[in-house]
């Protein structure tokens, strides 16, 4: 079974610009998770989506972080601009429903904001 | 709101050493309770759970038990390898969603 992909691996960029990521989650999980971990710390949840929904959003910085998940599959995180503080591991999981216990983790997208 | 909190790092034990990593918790209701692991270059992965009080969550010879009396839920093993080296993490989600709160993490080094 193919695990939960993320592209790209790495990303630099300079404030001020935008940027993307992408989470392709295991094949029929319904639940996706968009983690934010920064060096030294813990990840922290940024948004869950329930199939095409959002479930969580509360600690996404909407003025300049947004995320979709078109027909509940695929799923895109942006940031426009960028500041020096998002540099940070960019974590996708999923995981079966919501109610499933486990989540099964991408391997990040490092970015820095030069 | 919810929190957790283990202990720094890092941690350097000889092989065959005994591990102990503590980790507390604050949350409302009953949450359930995990270890994840991250082993260098790898992605999180679910190390071993508890999803109610006095469970006990045990996986590759580590074991962690749900002490609600406490709010902790400490991470042990009786004789760590080279190869247990590593990034633990410990989190909860609380009843309602399923999305994790994480500590933030405790490296452990493990030398020959």
């Known amino acids: 079974e193919a695990g939960v992909a993320q592209s790209p691996r790495y990303k630099i960029i300079e404030k001020r610009q935008s940027v993307a990521f992408w989470c392709n989650p295991i094949?029929?999980?319904?639940?996706l998770y968009w983690y934010q971990q920064i060096l030294g710390q813990g990840p922290k949840l940024l948004i869950q989506?329930?199939?095409?929904?959002?479930?969580?959003d509360s600690q996404l910085p909407k003025d300049r972080f947004s995320a979709e998940r078109l027909k509940g599959v695929d799923s895109t995180l942006k940031i426009q601009p960028a500041k020096l503080e998002d540099s940070a591991v960019y974590l996708c999981?999923?995981?079966?429903?919501?109610?499933?216990?486990?989540?099964?983790f991408g391997p990040g997208t490092r970015l820095t904001v030069t | 709101g919810d929190s957790v909190t283990q202990m720094e790092g890092p941690v350097t034990l000889s092989e065959e050493a005994f591990l102990t990593i503590n980790c507390t918790y604050t949350?409302?209701?009953?949450?359930?309770l995990f270890w994840y692991v991250q082993y260098p270059g790898e992605g999180l992965q679910l190390l071993l759970k508890?999803?109610?009080?006095?469970d006990k969550g045990s996986n590759k010879g580590f074991e962690a038990t749900y002490r609600k009396e406490t709010t902790s839920f400490h991470l042990e093993k009786g004789s760590v390898q080279v190869s247990d080296s590593a990034v633990y993490f410990c989190a909860l989600s609380d009843t309602g969603r399923r999305a994790l709160t994480f500590g933030s993490g405790t490296r452990l080094q493990v030398q020959p």
């Open positions: 989506f329930q199939n095409n929904g959002v479930v969580d």
């Open positions: 949350a409302t209701g009953y949450p359930s």
């Open positions: 999981a999923s995981s079966p429903e919501a109610s499933s216990y486990e989540q099964y």
């Open positions: 094949s029929g999980h319904a639940t």
């Open positions: 508890a999803t109610k009080a006095d």
